[in-house]
């Protein structure tokens, strides 16, 4: 098994990058930042959703293979481990990321939030027609310009809102949920353990864990 490496400090990563933000609660930037230079899993502590323009990259969360090619949209979670893998060379998009405290911060039902993020762990990229891309683009504009208007009294409510907005919209659009739909006994196994690994690799090495 790949050892895990701890989490990426990402704001290194965007060291050499252009982007707008409101604090280090939500960063959007257009331009690719350098891959890291890494062969090992690493965690990620905050939500990423690129809006995949060209190209294509593959990889892994969770130890679950992943396959973005544009034009498509990705969402990677908190705390999600993430690989990576292919990355063509004519690979752009649009980036949004956003801290824990941010997302926490979003005011949805825990049922809405908790079927959303449960999607995205099964099918975290989704295809975009001609419409649903330039929607995104759009989205991603509105947002940029309100990032941009340091001396809006309410610019972070109103980026809540948007995002709130956005997520609404991806979860019905991209992640329908089937009330009928039931995992099965084994899949309900492998997603328990992925969850335990997930929590605990830093504090647990062997798989006495599992045996609790």
């Known amino acids: 098994m790949k050892k895990v490496i701890s989490s990426l400090n990402w704001l290194d990563e965007l060291e050499n990058t252009e982007f707008d933000s409101i604090d280090n609660d939500i960063i959007l930037f257009e331009k ?5 230079n890494t062969d090992y899993p690493f965690k990620i502590e905050v939500a990423n959703v690129i809006i995949c323009l060209e190209g294509t990259a593959e990889g892994n969360i969770n ?4 396959k973005a090619e544009a034009p498509c949209f990705l969402v990677i979670l908190p705390d999600q481990i993430l690989e990576h893998g292919y990355l063509s060379e ?7 990321v956003m801290s824990k405290k941010f997302t926490d911060s ?10 959303f993020f449960l999607s995205v762990q099964d099918n975290p990229a989704g295809p975009l027609n001609e419409d649903e891309l330039k929607a995104m683009v759009d989205y991603f504009r509105m947002l940029k310009r309100i990032v941009k208007l340091q001396d809006h009294p309410y610019r972070m ?8 907005a956005f997520f609404y919209g ?19 196994l492998v997603e328990n353990f992925l969850n335990l690994v997930q929590s605990n690799y830093k504090k647990q090495r062997g798989v006495e864990i599992l045996c609790r």
């Open 32 to 36: 690719m930042p350098k891959q890291t």
């Open 63 to 66: 130890l679950k293979p992943y």
């Open 90 to 96: 004519d690979f752009s998009g649009l980036f949004i």
């Open 106 to 115: 979003l005011m949805w039902s825990a049922q809405d939030r908790f079927s």
């Open 157 to 164: 409510e109103v980026v809540r809102h948007l995002t709130l």
């Open 170 to 188: 991806a979860a019905f659009q991209f992640h329908p949920q089937s009330e009928d739909k039931k995992k099965s006994h084994q899949e309900m």
